[in-house]
């Protein structure tokens, strides 16, 4: 095999999800492809890695200074959302239920990963709050794992002194279209202690 | 978003087996790792765009003239093996029950999406069987679909007066490891048809 090829496949199978053999298939339809998308992926790539960083208030990612939900003067800087990864963004933004600023902390404190709070955004999260006048409510956008509990919890009491106003987390219950004997005991104990009023 | 970081999720998405999700999943790997995988992957495929090119024998993928499978003298050049694309040597390979050469036809003859027999390597499999000059099998190592077999029918045709050894094909039959009730019917009642004495 050339050398080429071989580097290619290697590079596809140390992405996440990806194994040797479908590293194979994507690294020789990228050879026989007709619409130059290898050449596209490849500076895509390079550009990408060059130019984009995180921005300098949300830590989201931009090739500016400051990304472009945060230049966008028509978002509600009264209610900002702390979440994982600029994934998290993506995702949020697809729901359409959420029109304010986003702070990305691209992890979460843990312990066993070696992962300590000064190692994710905060310090940046503290001064973007003190970037917002006018915020009412912090909304603590991060996943389900204990991890990520554990660190919702960790920035409550931080904010604690920095922030006065309301303090909110996702709601944990049932995802939609699930059936309930489907669902793990934590979720489902989690939809019925937290139970709403109809 | 950063412009090529879009690109970068586009060119993902179009590819075999990725869908827009992972085509993010897979972008954000990159931007975040700490292994340069992103500058390794982008001039790997620079470097294969440019340099790879089809063996002047076999069609296989090289990055010189002639491939390392036809350039290996202690190949068995009294057997060649006539396989759909690169993946197949590979695959082929993997098995190591296989000494001799390929020749890779780079597709099948298909009216549907219009693949005539001059678009596939037919050219040069007439021509790499004349370089072989003790070529006593020609091994028809194409694929169960109603196309790879036509196109070995017309294959056959086309050796005789080009060809007078063996012309043999792939055995047909139940896959290792399976269980009867999980094959199709046409799997299955070929494995019948063509059962072997134990």
Known sequence: MPESVSAAIEAFAALPGIGSRSAERLTFRLLTDQN???VRLSSALTEMKNNV???????FLTDENTCEICMDTRRDTTKLCIVESPLDVLALERTHEFR???HVLHGVI?????????????????????QLPDLNEVILGLG???ESEATALYIMEQLRGRFSGHVTRLA???PSGSE???LDAG?????MTERREW
């Open 36 to 38: 130059n998308l290898a």
């Open 53 to 59: 960083k995180e921005c300098d208030q949300c830590c």
């Open 100 to 102: 304010g600023r986003y």
């Open 110 to 130: 843990s312990p066993l990963r070696k992962v300590r709070p000064e190692d994710i955004r905060l310090t940046e999260l503290y001064a973007h709050i003190e």
């Open 144 to 146: 389900g794992s204990t």
């Open 172 to 174: 944990r219950g049932i």
């Open 180 to 182: 309930l004997d489907f």
């Open 187 to 191: 979720t489902l104990g989690r939809a």
